[in-house]
């Protein structure tokens, strides 16, 4: 260990060897005003230190070979460093619909049921999940129907998905409640309209929303 002193308002009494070394004391008597010891070395020795001790800036640390950190002593607010990895994404906004009102027609073709949802993306890179859950069937015995699931951009039909149900042993009508969903990608940030039709096989009355009907949109962050 090194000694450096200094501000000395003393005499330095024999005694006292100065070498590049640093300073040997064997006698004398000296004043100063701070002493200051100096070790060199990699500190590996060091234990036992008392917190209020241990001060100034610490180097960069890396954290890259820590491993089984357990949950509980990771807290805190990270605010920069984190990469994603998994599908993960983050829920934006949910816009929900219920409908009250049962819908029928005889038409094979697809026609609108009234329940509609309104959602307005905040970014085409999300994505729009849409679910409607709803009830009907068609009235004749052994025949289907369709349940479909539309949406408009600005007035234009741009898109549709639908199931087909039926039973070919009894009447089916109100006898199917189910759910259709679509996870629509790239949805733009224009006003969407999400909406149902239904329609029946070409014989029979189709019914949609025999004791109300649901839709909801989730936008998820990709």
Not at 209 to 216: A, L, T
Request: aromatic share 8%.
């Amino acid at each position: 260990m090194a000694l450096t002193l200094s501000g000395t308002n003393g005499v330095v009494g024999a005694g006292f060897t100065v070498d590049a070394s640093g300073v040997s004391v064997t006698a004398g008597v000296g004043t100063f005003s701070s002493i200051r010891g100096e070790h060199h070395g990699d500190g590996a020795n060091l234990t036992g230190l008392p917190a209020a001790q241990l001060t100034g800036a610490l180097p960069a640390l890396s954290a890259a070979s820590l491993t089984s950190i357990p949950a509980a002593n990771l807290v805190g607010v990270c605010t920069s460093g984190l990469t994603k990895t998994g599908g993960f994404g983050k829920l934006v906004q949910v816009v929900t619909s219920y409908y009250a009102s049962q819908h029928s027609t005889t038409s094979s073709s697809a026609q609108d049921t009234g329940h509609t949802l309104v959602i307005t993306p905040t970014s085409n890179d999300n994505k729009i999940i849409i679910m409607n859950q709803t009830s009907g069937g068609n009235s004749a015995s052994g025949r289907s129907w369709k349940h479909w699931l539309r949406y408009t951009i600005g007035g234009s039909e741009s898109g549709a998905t639908y199931m087909q149900l039926g039973d070919s042993s009894q009447n089916s009508s109100f006898a199917f409640s189910h759910v259709l969903y679509w996870v629509h990608d790239s949805p733009g940030t224009a006003e969407i309209t999400y909406k149902t039709q239904h329609s029946t096989d070409g014989q029979g009355t189709a019914y949609y929303g025999y004791s109300g009907s649901y839709m909801v949109a989730w936008e998820v962050s990709s």
